[in-house]
């Protein structure tokens, strides 16, 4: 059974249609990835799935379980971890308080321990906070702990939203364009990292990527979307000699890759 | 010549460096000590002192309402730098020189404090800090009440900047808030232990009542709690101005249910209550409330309120309970202002739907983003500064109500988040030795 399952999912803001009759099927600790042009509806499958809209057709099932309807807080702590294409970080939050921010889910000390601050409040967060700052650790971005997100520089603090994500505990990660606005140097970083998180993590992987040479290193399948329609399926090898890909895509942003 | 200046400039430096190197050796315990002491001096000589230098009597609030007086300028302006002298001798002096004298011993002790639970050096502190009040107060009932109205400020300033601050909301509600709780409590009170016009003969032994009244209050909270559900669950789909809105008509629609509820009193208001909100049960609440919203917002679940603020798209995606969190946020702050609202209609022993309009939302609203917004300290300054500013500057008449402004106005423009914003509580740090 697919870890993520989208059957027929079709999505209408107003009158455009963004998404139309999407399918997909991820296996656990999978690395999968959609390309396509800008405005193709990439972040759009993305907002569906995690919840921020509801599909206007179409089933969403996660570990076996339909989450269509669902708040976006009950789909991610039922294991969907996102990053987001325009870096959405608490502006006046630390590094540490945002990797702990993503354990919420998980706390068990309730009102009375935030109000009264309890033992079982500081334990429980203790161990958040070790957590939080492995994660960090590996990400790079433990050094720089107490800092507000907005003095880091732009690759670490794409790095934050990787460890914020990861410390949801997801069993599958939707990274949107994460390295986007990024210089080759920052750019190898990531992808240091990408491979980390899939081979340390054994964590499926779902991700949205401008830059062919990143999509084709790292994915297994690739879908390739243009105008809301997946026009392609395949390997990497498949896509890339794929007549239509070459047509739709490659044809006018060869720049990009 | 400019190498003068030059030297003049770094010896400039070097004395404020000085001074700062000599407070910075000094830990919170000294302080407090000094402030003890003051206080001490002032009860033991002050009086004898005042007169000795020319003055009727003690200073009331720091010399403000003597040397602000025009009466004062033109018929007695001798009154003015004894004034200055008693302040100065018996405040500055005495809490500078104490302070540093006791640095190194007051060090030690709060090294020796910090091996034990936190909470007994705490209530060590605040206990000589109580002290310290009292004695301070007890020279006149104006300074009682004085001190008594800002403590409550404190309170309803630190939990708008629950909303306002830390969550990133802006509401209007809270005076309908506080006029909740103030309602409430002063209902079980009249009710079950006054006999009074409206409610009749006390239900239960009058000597009961001060056992009590942590429950009316309590109730009262609970009450605002619940009416801030009509601005929790409008939360959940609107932001900005359009909330704000919606928590101004709030506080306009508990104004004039009030107004029209004869059973408490209409327009003419409640009056009657009995005396329990003296110094020590208010100072107790205000720590209380501190402590517990302190607690709160440093938390992982009230952290949730800042990623709320920054990115609520971001937090849901985070697992944040967004609604959840809101709800919480405005119900808890409500309590607050509830409580607040309820020991003040014990401290002025009257309410009327009048005292919570748009007048007391401007001056609590002021608080905030004076003080400092998603900060503690900031709420504390914020409510100490401009209560006890809006006493000092009483004798000046109409031009407090331009001194105030104006400064609200320079902050906002030099800090607009207020002075002292976006800064953690750390008690642990705050009374470690130095
Ligand atoms: N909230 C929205 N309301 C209306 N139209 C939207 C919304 N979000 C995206 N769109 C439109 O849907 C299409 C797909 O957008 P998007 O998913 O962001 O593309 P991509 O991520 O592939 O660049 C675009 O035409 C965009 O303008
Ligand atoms: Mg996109």
Redesign the interface.
Known sequence: MPLLHVENMTHYFGGLRAVHNYNLAVEPGQVRGLIGPNGAGKTTIFNLITGIYRPTEGSITLDGEPIVGLQPHEIASRGLGRTFQDLRLWRHMTVLEHVKMARYSTIGYGLVGAFFGTSRRHREEEAIERKALELMRMMRVDDVAEQRVTNLPYGAQRRVEMARALAMNPKILFLDEPTVGMTPGELNEMMDIIKQVRDDLGLAIFLIEHRLKMVMELCEVIQTLVFGEVIAEGSPEEIQNNPDVIEAYLGKDTVET | MDTTKGDALENNVGFWKRIGRRITGIPLLAWILGILAAALVEQWVGYEFAELIGLPKIPVLFGALIVLKKKVWMQSPMMIPSTMLYVFSVYILVIGVVARVLAAPANRAAGGLMKMPLWISVLIHLGIFYTALHIWSDISAYRVITLKLTLIAIMVTLSLNVINGYMGEFSCSHPGFMALGAYAASAVTLIFFTNDRLFGAAVLPASLGPFVFPLALIIGGLVAAIGALVVAIPSFRTRGDYLAIISLAFMFIVKSVIENLEVVGGPRGMGSQPNYADLPTVFVWTVLCIW?IN??VR??????L??V???E???????????KTKM?AFM?SAFWAGVAGGLFAHVIRFVNPGTFGIQKLAEVLAMVYFGGL?SVYGSILGAVSLNLLGEMLRPLEIFKWIIIPVMLILVMIYRPTGLIA?KDLDVKKLIRPR
């Open positions: 517990v607690n709160f938390s992982i679940l009230g952290k949730a800042n990623a603020r920054d990115d798209m971001a937090a849901e995606a985070m697992t944040v309970n967004t609604r919480v808890f998603n976006f």
